[in-house]
């Protein structure tokens, strides 16, 4: 039999190398199981057959050669493949043009504590739960033509591409997804999770991972121009806090080019930017959903352009920590370059403590032309103090022209709220606003604006161990490079605008 099989092997892989078709040892044809692939009929119940067959002969790979399936709840099998030919397209079916509709949403008593998407995963055109050793393969396409952008609580309608519960040992790779709804992926409590060489340009989010351990998302080109592009989340869906962890997102860019455009490669950018700072999205997030928490997260190599900046963010009892970011490029940034929020919303179980936030590096970090109503923000709360950040080797260009008058606004402190930098509003510092930070280190960095701005490069109130070395401003005029309020143990070296300095405490002082 091994000889036998080897033989197989061998043929496989000579068919593959002469002629390019992907030819499977345990193969299963959607259309060898009734898939016309006309886009006209309904796909789903047959390709539903054929992943019920692979599974029954334990396990194996269904195959979508080039043709257009339309479809409604496609259901995962343990140890099944699919894999998308060139030119094969799974098309959400829109239950009001074709008979049909998609599973619907399971039950969830713990549904209070993160929004009607987040807390369920059936109701979806490819979903699995309670899974293991399964994949989704290209270079074909899923488009989500009939999936809802919105929560649906709707029989028979889906908002998300494909979702995962409690599933372990997946893949996803090299395939093309466009316009997928609420979510394009949605795992939650799924480990040993790689996403590799995806392309996505879809109307809400695109990747979202929730409660997951071991993922890794490498290679990956997605424009989300109304929500995020990579959210880890934390949520209580599951029943209980679920922390994310050892997760690594590397070789990506993010953009929030008008829907489509990527995908066409014009690139347009005509989508209006709100003027709090709202509309055009994309961007890499840790938040908002965080009950469990974040630890050991890896970002590095990663584009940012046309889109917001970098959040992390801690609101609901969840630790985050032991976070490095490197080698990141923001182009056209249009709210905050980098935002890190400790804050007491608590959409949690009565009783959750208040989460912490503590060592974070980031470096290795270029910004340019920035929106000129932010400087980065990090912000902890009254006595809950963010804690041991690092910011090495950046150079942030911010397009400026804010008045003086932006000097004397106070910052609302907005602890229980949703961690949305804009809704803290104008921010008096260009380069960064810093409140409520024990433990925060700034080497080789440098702030500039590019219109004369009127604001001080940093504002620190109520902090503690801040350190500036070898740190490079612009300044309008005699205006100051620091404003700080409530500082202990403030130092300064080789800054090129400022004195070497050894404050031990300050009440209040312009320098």
């Known amino acids: 039999m091994n000889q036998k099989r080897t033989i197989r092997v061998i043929i496989y892989t000579l068919i593959i190398f002469f002629t390019g078709i992907p030819i499977f040892a345990s193969s299963y044809n959607v259309k060898t199981y009734g898939a016309a692939g006309n886009g006209k009929i309904v796909d789903s119940p047959a390709i539903n057959k054929a992943i019920d067959a692979a599974a029954e002969a334990g396990g194996g790979t ?12 496609i259901r995962l099998k343990s140890h099944v493949g699919l894999y998308l030919d060139h030119g094969a397209v799974i098309v959400a079916a829109n239950p009001t043009d074709h008979e049909g509709e998609y599973d619907p949403a399971e039950p969830n008593q713990w549904n209070m504590y993160q929004d009607h998407g987040h807390s369920h995963w059936q109701n979806s055109l490819i979903w699995g739960e309670g899974l293991e050793d399964i994949s989704i393969a290209g270079p074909g396409k899923i488009y989500g033509k009939g999936l809802q952008r919105w929560d649906t609580e709707k029989t ?26 609420h979510f394009c992926i949605l795992p939650t409590g799924v480990d040993n999770f790689i996403i590799d060489n995806l392309r996505i340009d879809t109307n809400r989010d695109a990747i979202n991972i929730d409660c997951c351990k071991n993922v890794s998302i490498s290679n990956c080109v997605i424009n989300t121009p109304n929500d995020d592009a990579i959210v880890l989340k934390s949520s209580y869906a599951l029943g209980y806090p679920r922390i994310t962890e050892n997760v690594m997102i590397t070789n990506c860019l993010v953009s929030g080019y008008d829907e489509n455009t990527m995908l066409d490669g014009t690139f347009k950018k005509t989508q209006k930017q709100a003027p709090d700072g709202g509309g055009v999205t994309g961007r890499i997030k840790l938040g908002t959903e965080s009950n469990g928490g974040f630890k050991n997260i890896t970002i590095t190599n990663c584009t940012f352009d046309h889109c917001r900046g970098l959040a992390l963010e801690t609101v609901d009892g969840g630790i985050l920590e032991d976070i490095t970011i490197s080698n990141i490029t923001m182009h056209d940034i249009t709210n905050v370059p980098i935002f890190l929020r400790l804050g007491r919303r608590m959409r949690a179980p009565e009783g959750m403590a208040i989460g912490k936030m503590r ?52 910052v609302p402190e907005l602890e229980e709220d949703y961690p949305d930098p804009r809704f803290f509003g104008k921010i008096p510092a260009y380069g960064f606003f810093i409140r409520h930070v024990n433990g925060i280190e700034f080497n080789n960095v440098e702030v500039r604006f590019m219109e004369e701005d009127f604001r001080p490069a940093f504002v620190l109130d109520d902090v503690q161990n801040a350190h500036f070395n070898n740190v490079k401003t612009q300044n309008s005029q005699d205006y100051p490079t620091f404003l700080l309020k409530n500082v202990k143990d403030f130092k300064t070296s080789q800054c090129n605008s400022v004195p070497d300095v050894n404050f031990e405490s300050v009440e209040k002082k312009n320098f």
């Open 359 to 410: 060592r974070i590096i980031i470096s290795n970090l270029i910004v340019n032309n920035a929106n000129p109503e932010y400087g980065s923000l990090i912000v902890g709360i009254p006595d809950l103090f963010i804690e041991d950040v690092k910011l090495r080797n950046i150079l942030i260009l911010v397009k400026g022209c804010a008045p003086k008058e932006y000097m004397d606004i106070e």
């Open 156 to 181: 028979g309608e889906g908002n998300k591409a494909i979702a995962l519960k409690n599933c372990r040992n997946v893949t996803i790779s090299d395939i093309t997804m466009q316009t997928c709804g």
């Open 62 to 73: 269904v195959y979508f050669p080039a043709g257009t399936y339309l479809c409604f709840s």
